[in-house]
């Protein structure tokens, strides 16, 4: 157990419906990043946080992708008109401690299939 | 996309045999880092390499930080079937909070 929960596990959708993702990283550090993975690739950066402020976002993040962080603690991904493209292992990752970003732990995803 | 080329692709061995996988990139990193990864988890970081030329034991892996800093490899000796997994390396430069990662290497091993 790494520390960092993810919620749900596993998502079912019928494309064009909207989903919302929920990450709790270790809670005493500011720093808190997105992935997304496909089958047979390694995850690729999607966005990060600071406390609440989104640093950095992905190209891959178009415009149905948002990402929030309130009061700089759990943050959530929300995914507008699903695409079946937008199926992957959606992976949330956290610093281990309050030094240093250069080690991430993650969670264990969220599944995500659109039908 | 991805910047880092790992190799293999995939090993199938047998259990006792070592194992050994690299990753190489053509852009200097400042930190490495190697983590397995099962069906249906997250990756697990298992080593973090933080100088060029850095060799670092966890157990019965063991890695290193290239001196070029273009490149990583990691070592497990006398393998068992429990590590059997997709193996990631993965790069960080310290102006970027991100991590970039390589498309796996998939260890197989048989009892």
């Known amino acids: 157990d790494t520390g960092v929960s993810q919620d749900p596990r596993h998502k079912i959708t019928k494309r064009g419906q909207n989903v919302t993702f929920r990450c709790d990283p270790i809670s005493e550090h500011n720093r808190l990043y997105w992935y997304r993975q496909t089958l047979g690739q390694g995850p690729e950066f999607l966005t990060y946080f600071q406390n609440e402020a989104q640093l950095e976002k992905s190209r891959l993040l178009s415009d149905r992708f948002s990402a929030e962080r309130p009061k700089g603690s759990f943050s959530t991904l929300e995914i507008q008109r699903t695409e079946q493209g937008d199926s992957a292992m959606y992976l949330c990752?956290?610093?281990?401690?309050?030094?240093?970003?250069?080690?991430?732990?993650f969670g264990p995803g969220t599944r995500l299939t659109v039908l | 996309g991805q910047q880092l080329n790992q190799s293999p692709q995939s090993m199938f061995i047998q259990e006792g045999e070592d194992v050994s996988m690299n990753c190489t990139s053509s852009s200097i990193f400042n930190t490495w880092l190697w983590y397995k990864q099962e069906p249906g988890e997250g990756p697990v970081l298992l080593i973090a390499?933080?100088?060029?030329?850095e060799l670092t034991s966890n157990g019965r892996l063991t890695a290193q930080f290239g001196i070029t800093r273009k490149d990583s490899f990691l070592n497990i000796s006398a393998s068992i079937p429990s590590d059997v997994g997709i193996y990631f390396c993965?790069?960080?430069?310290?102006?970027?909070?991100?991590?970039?990662f390589g498309q796996g290497t998939t260890l197989q091993v048989k009892p």
């Open positions: 390499l933080y100088k060029a030329g």
């Open positions: 990752a956290s610093p281990p401690g309050t030094s240093g970003y250069n080690e991430q732990f």
């Open positions: 993965a790069g960080h430069r310290s102006n970027t909070g991100k991590l970039i």
